[in-house]
Each structure stands twice: as C-alpha cells, then as structure tokens.
C-alpha cells in the first residue's frame, strides 16, 4: 500500500517567517494530494489540495509544490501567525482512500 | 464544502462494552469513511462505508470489532465492538460529495475505554 512520510516531526517558526513540510510518497497510482490542518480537540481541516496534473497551488498565504517524478510534495506557510499553529497532516489518495503523514506540530512564536 | 456532526462528541466507555458512533451530513454525499486517530498519532482509514451494502475494510480492521451501518447518502454508524483500552482513540468521518475527491472530516468523537 501507500507509504506517506513527513518532515519535520515538529518545526517552530518566528511570527512572520514562512514555515516549510515535506512529504514524500510512494505509490505512483496516487493522483491526489490534500493538506489538513488539525487543532486541539477538533477534527482534520481541509486548507489546500492539489491533483496529479498540476505542479503548483497557491491560496493567499499557503501554497503547494508537486513533483511527480521524485514523488513528493511540500507546504509552504509565508507570513506566519499565531494563528497558524496548529498540527498539519500531508496526504496521498489512491481511489479515495487517503493515506496520511505522521504529522508536523507547527508552532509560531509571537 | 459539507456540515459533519458526529455523536457522541466523547465517551467514556468500560472494557467488553461497545459504543456506537454517528455520522450525520448536510446533505447527500458519494462517499463516506471511517478513521481513527490513536492519541498524539496520524488517522488511519478503518473502512469505507458503503450505502446498502457491507462496508470495506482496510488491512487490519475486521467487520467483527468495527460493524459499519450506511443506510442512505447522508447517514453512517460505526461501532466498537467489545472494547479494551487500546481501542482508546478519536474516530472520525470523512465524506466525498459529488463527483470530485475532496474528502472532508466531522469533528471526531473522543472515545476512553478504561
């Protein structure tokens, strides 16, 4: 099946720089790849997704990178927030069924 | 986007019971899951819920412990059969509407099972 690993674990970021996750997969069947964002004691939070035949996806602060041939795609945050810290979880879907990351806890220092 | 409830919210359960969980939408939806997320780790989908028919579990889960329900396009159950503590986790739903894959998620219902 689909293996989805994430880095960093944990990344801490001043308020206003950009913070970056990677996520590399494996199966090259996977055509779809959301990011979630999950705060304390709420469920996944969809805030950006891109398909297999795009490279790029911008949504004002938050934009994806897709690189299909190395098999792996990146978040990135500019102008971090407060606001912003939460724990963000990459994905890759292969017929609907998605297949996570272990999850980057991002925390942005006022 | 699609409004997900899910009941209970959380639930504090004895070993060898089971809990039931709901999902409740918005409105109708293609698809519809189930996962969980065991404490401070990723989700991991159980099984996807099929309307009318059995649903079809991932690797790992068996119709047995986790008996899925999806009786129309807006509804699914989910029990926990015969709990232990290492059934202690969050479950969540997830649903595709329509004909795209964008998969949104309920709220999650905390479960503790002492």
Not at chain 1, 3 to 24: F, R
Not at chain 1, 91 to 101: E, I, M, N, R
Not at chain 2, 31 to 49: K, V
């Amino acid at each position: 099946g689909e293996n989805v690993e994430q880095h960093p674990s944990t990344l801490s970021v001043q308020e206003g720089d950009s913070a970056v996750i990677k996520c590399t997969y494996s199966d090259s069947a996977s055509n779809y790849f959301p990011w979630y964002k999950q705060e304390l004691g709420k469920g996944p939070q969809l805030i950006i997704d891109i398909r297999s035949n795009v490279g790029e996806k911008k949504d004002q602060r938050i934009a994806v990178t897709l690189n299909k041939t190395a098999k792996h795609f990146s978040l990135h945050i500019t102008e971090t927030q407060p606001e912003d810290s939460a724990v963000y979880f990459c994905a890759a879907s292969t017929d609907y069924k998605l297949s996570f990351g272990a999850g980057t806890t991002v925390t942005v220092r006022a | 986007s699609a409004v997900i409830s899910q009941k209970p919210s959380r639930d504090i359960c004895q070993r060898g019971t089971s809990l039931t969980i709901q999902c409740q939408v918005d409105s109708q939806v293609t698809m519809m899951f189930w996962y969980r997320q065991q404490p401070g780790q990723s989700l991991t989908l159980i099984a996807t819920a099929n309307q009318g028919s059995e649903a079809t579990y991932e690797s790992g889960f068996v119709i047995d412990k986790f008996p899925i329900s999806r009786p129309n396009l807006t509804f699914s159950t989910l029990t926990v059969s015969n709990m232990s503590p290492e059934d202690s986790s969050i479950y969540l739903c997830s649903v595709v509407r329509g004909a795209g894959d964008t998969q949104y998620f309920g709220p999650g219902t905390r479960l503790t099972v002492l």
